[in-house]
């Protein structure tokens, strides 16, 4: 029996232009600030073959058409926005942040929040791995901190990430950077020898998920916050953004609060409200 070789779907060799990937990148910098230049043409059209997909569309010609439509991208730009976001985190990522607060930053906040809970962000937390570590430290560093609480609010653009954050289920290899003691004392193995942990409930209610666009012009944060950490985000934004943004981020520090930024982020050439404590840890003055 002679079989026929089923057809290759067309969406999968759809070939992204120039003019196409500009069209696509300038909305996305206009949605949320993100630039991606002409080397990341490659990376965007592998990316939104499945949006073509998704979408019954054959052609990235047929899409941009799509994105054109305000009353058709309106449900497309989130999905749009997911596709395209660089999501690499990892617990106990840049450790030397979670060492300092261990080794006494936390223990400098304190005298300022006698009467109330300790305030911290998660700004750009992608699937939660960075606030869940920093709820473990918070919970072990000082128990004055835990008797009194703290709540952590922590945001992404990315809806999907969110969704993985809110289940807060890790695989074995993804919580292998913890320290020993903080997995033992803040993580539940699952019993079906899946390999999955799931954080403890204790700890996920201290996190408090929101999506938030660092581009919006208000951010609904709750009050001035005591810690922020805004890791590695900043780099994907233009220069103007990256300092309106650093602005803000101050604007929402209170006075003597720390700000933690990522390796790659820097505040060279911006006038800002701040000290540096160590390489990219900042006070608010």
Request: hydrophobic content about 45%.
């Amino acid at each position: 029996m002679i079989t026929t070789p089923s057809a290759v779907p067309a969406w999968s060799q759809a070939n992204l232009t120039f003019e196409q990937f500009e069209r696509i990148a300038g909305l996305i910098t206009t949605v949320c600030g993100i630039v991606l230049t002409p080397a990341k043409c490659t990376m965007l059209e592998s990316r939104l073959r499945r949006r073509l997909q998704a979408n019954g569309l054959e052609s990235f010609a047929a899409y941009v058409e799509l994105l054109a439509d305000p009353q058709r991208r309106a449900g497309e730009l989130q999905a749009l926005i997911d596709a395209v976001t660089t999501n690499h985190t990892a617990f106990w990522r840049e450790p030397a942040h979670f060492e300092f607060l261990q080794a006494g930053g936390l223990a400098a906040l304190l005298p300022e929040i006698a009467d109330r809970p300790l305030r911290a962000w998660s700004a750009a937390c992608s699937s939660g791995e960075e606030p869940y570590t920093l709820a473990m430290v918070l919970a072990e560093a000082l128990p004055a901190v835990s008797e009194r609480g703290f709540t952590i609010l922590a945001t992404d653009i990315s809806t999907a990430m969110l969704q993985k954050a809110a289940r807060a289920i890790y695989r074995e290899k993804e919580v292998a950077p913890l320290p020993e003691r903080l997995k033992e004392r803040h993580l539940l193995r699952e019993r079906d020898g899946s390999g999955l942990y799931r954080v403890r409930p204790e700890l996920r209610r201290r996190v408090r998920l929101a999506q938030l666009n660092l581009t919006d012009r208000i951010w609904q944060l709750g009050g001035p916050q005591d810690l922020i950490l805004c890791r590695n985000v900043l780099i994907y934004f233009g220069q103007g953004t990256r300092e309106q943004i650093l602005r803000r981020l101050c604007q929402h520090l209170r006075p003597g609060g720390i700000l933690c930024l990522g390796h790659a982020d820097h505040i060279l050439g911006c006038t800002l409200p701040l000290r540096m404590l160590r390489a990219n840890i900042y006070q608010r003055l």
